[in-house]
C-alpha cells in the first residue's frame, strides 16, 4: 500500500489548522500550529518523511510564503483554487478544522484545482502594475470629489478641458471662496490630486526600471506584444505579469476563458440560454484586454503612437506584418459584428476575447486529439518571430520572441447569434477564476519550451 500522506493546511495570518488524509484510510485532524516557520519544520518532522508528503492549501491573502517555505523543505505543495473547490450546498457548519480535513480528503480524491504560482520576479513585476492601477483609481475618485466640489458652488471654466494643465492652473488662480473653511477644502482637494499625479509619474518610471532590469525572456515579450495596436509599456506590462506561463493552457479555449470574456451559459435539454461574459477570470487582465481592444473599431493603419513605438523598439518586419495581421482581422470582425446591430460594449468584449489569443504560444498542439476541445475543422494558424544570436565568448543567448498567435475560423461554418446573444462561441466557456491571491498564475514567461 502506498504510503503518500495527503496534508490539507487552513491558512491564517497566525495559525494553521492541520489534517492529514491516509492513502485508502481515514482523515483526521493533527490540530492548530502557529503559522512560524519553525512550527511548519516541527510538523513535517511529525508527520514523516517529506517525500511521502503532499501538501495543498487554498490561495488567499497570505499569498505563497507557505507554498516556498514547504517546498524548500522538499514536500511537495500546491495552491488551491478556493471557488473550484467541491461544496455541499447543506452544509451548513464551517470550522477550521472542518476545512482542514475536506481540503485533505478533496486532494486525495483529485478534484481540487491548483493555481499558478508565480517567482519572485514575476510576483514583484506584477504587484507594481497593480499599484499603479490603485493609483489611477485613486486619482479618479481625487478628481470626482475636487470636480462635484467646484460644480456645488458654481465654478464651471469656460472652454477649457478638464484636468489639463490650464484647467488646473484655472482652479489654482481664479477660484477663491470667502469662508475659511471652503478655502481649506479647496486646498485639501487639490492637494490630493496633485499628490495622486506624483504617485503616478513615480510608479511610471519604477516600471520602466523594473522592466529594463527584467530577465530577457520577460522583456522580450513585452516588446513584442508593443507592435499590437492599443498595446503600449503598461498594458504589454500588465499582460504578461497577469497572464503567467502561456504553457499552462492547453488551447485557445482555455486562454479565453482565463480571460473571463466568454459567455455564460444555462442550457438544458433543447433549450440553449447564454448570457453576458462570465467575468470569472483575471479582472486585470479583462480590463486592459477590453481598453486595447477599443482601437480595432478605428480603420488599420500604423501612425502616431503605434508607428513611434514599433520604431524606437527596433521591432523586425515579420513582426510588424503579424501585427498589421491582427489589425486588419480584427476591424474586420468589428465591422461585421457592428453590420449586425450589435452592441459597441459587447463587439468590444468580442474582440478583446479574440485579442487575448494573439498573446497565446506561438504553437499550439496541431495534431486533432478527440479528447481537445477544438473541432478538427477549426484550424490554427500561428506565426511566430525568433531572432537568436550569441557572441562569440559564449555569452547567453539573447531571445526576442513575438507571441503572436490568430485563429483562422473562417473554414468553420458561421452561426448566425440572435441580437440579443453576445457574439461569442459558447465552447470557449472555461470554467476558472482569478483568485484573491491570483496571484494565478507564475509568470514563468517562456518565450519557447525549454530544452531537452
Request: charged residues 25%; contains cysteine; glycine residues 6%.
Amino acid at each position: 500500500m502506498s504510503k503518500v500522506r495527503f496534508v490539507g493546511l487552513d491558512v491564517h495570518a497566525e495559525t494553521i489548522a492541520v489534517a492529514v488524509a491516509e492513502t485508502g484510510g481515514e482523515v483526521r485532524s493533527i490540530g492548530v500550529i502557529p503559522n512560524k516557520l519553525e512550527s511548519v519544520r516541527k510538523l513535517l518532522h511529525k508527520l514523516g518523511p517529506v517525500q511521502h508528503l503532499r501538501a495543498c492549501y487554498e490561495a488567499g491573502p497570505t499569498g505563497y510564503v507557505l507554498y516556498w517555505q514547504l517546498t524548500k523543505l522538499g514536500v511537495a505543495c500546491e495552491v488551491i483554487a478556493p471557488s473550484l473547490i467541491p461544496a455541499k450546498p447543506g452544509d451548513r457548519v464551517k470550522t477550521d478544522r472542518r476545512d482542514a480535513e475536506k481540503l485533505a480528503r478533496c486532494y486525495r480524491a483529485g478534484e481540487l484545482t491548483p493555481v499558478w504560482v508565480p517567482d519572485d520576479d514575476h510576483e514583484a513585476l506584477r504587484d507594481l502594475v497593480r499599484a499603479r492601477e490603485a493609483a489611477k483609481k485613486d486619482q479618479l475618485k481625487a478628481r470626482h470629489r475636487l470636480g462635484k466640489f467646484l460644480l456645488r458652488h458654481g465654478q464651471r471654466p469656460e472652454g477649457l478641458k478638464a484636468w489639463t494643465k490650464k484647467h488646473l492652473e484655472w482652479i489654482k488662480s481664479h477660484v477663491h471662496f470667502p469662508q475659511a473653511a471652503l478655502e481649506a477644502t479647496l486646498a485639501d482637494y487639490l492637494e490630493e490630486v496633485d499628490h495622486v499625479a506624483a504617485r503616478i509619474v513615480k510608479l511610471e518610471k519604477a516600471i520602466d526600471e523594473a522592466i529594463q532590469n527584467a530577465p530577457p525572456e520577460i522583456r522580450a515579450v513585452i516588446e513584442a506584444l508593443q507592435a499590437l495596436r492599443g498595446v503600449a509599456q503598461t498594458t504589454a506590462a500588465t499582460i504578461v505579469s497577469e497572464l503567467g506561463s502561456l504553457s499552462r493552457f492547453q488551447s485557445p479555449r482555455q486562454l479565453m476563458g482565463y480571460s473571463g470574456l466568454v459567455a455564460c451559459e444555462h442550457s438544458s435539454g433543447n433549450r440553449i440560454q447564454r448570457g453576458g461574459i462570465t467575468k470569472a477570470g483575471n479582472g486585470h487582465l479583462r480590463r486592459v484586454l477590453v481598453e486595447a481592444a477599443w482601437a480595432y473599431q478605428h480603420r488599420p493603419n500604423v501612425t502616431g503612437f503605434l508607428l513611434r513605438r514599433q520604431k524606437n523598439l527596433a521591432l523586425s518586419d515579420e513582426a510588424k506584418k503579424i501585427a498589421w495581421k491582427a489589425q486588419q482581422r480584427l476591424h474586420k470582425r468589428y465591422l461585421a459584428m457592428s453590420a449586425r446591430g450589435k452592441n459597441k460594449n459587447q463587439i468590444v468584449a468580442a474582440i478583446g476575447r479574440e485579442l487575448v489569443v494573439s498573446y497565446g504560444p506561438s504553437r499550439w498542439p496541431r495534431k486533432h486529439n478527440t479528447n481537445s476541445p477544438l473541432p478538427p475543422n477549426r484550424v490554427l494558424h500561428s506565426d511566430a518571430l525568433l531572432d537568436s544570436s550569441a557572441d562569440d565568448s559564449g555569452g547567453t543567448t539573447k531571445r526576442r520572441t513575438l507571441l503572436i498567435f490568430y485563429a483562422v475560423r473562417a473554414s468553420a461554418p458561421t452561426r448566425v447569434p440572435s441580437p440579443r446573444q453576445l457574439p461569442t462561441d459558447h465552447d470557449y466557456a472555461v470554467s476558472t477564476r482569478e483568485y484573491q491571491s491570483d496571484q494565478s498564475s507564475r509568470l514563468l514567461l517562456r518565450c519557447h519550451p525549454p530544452a531537452v
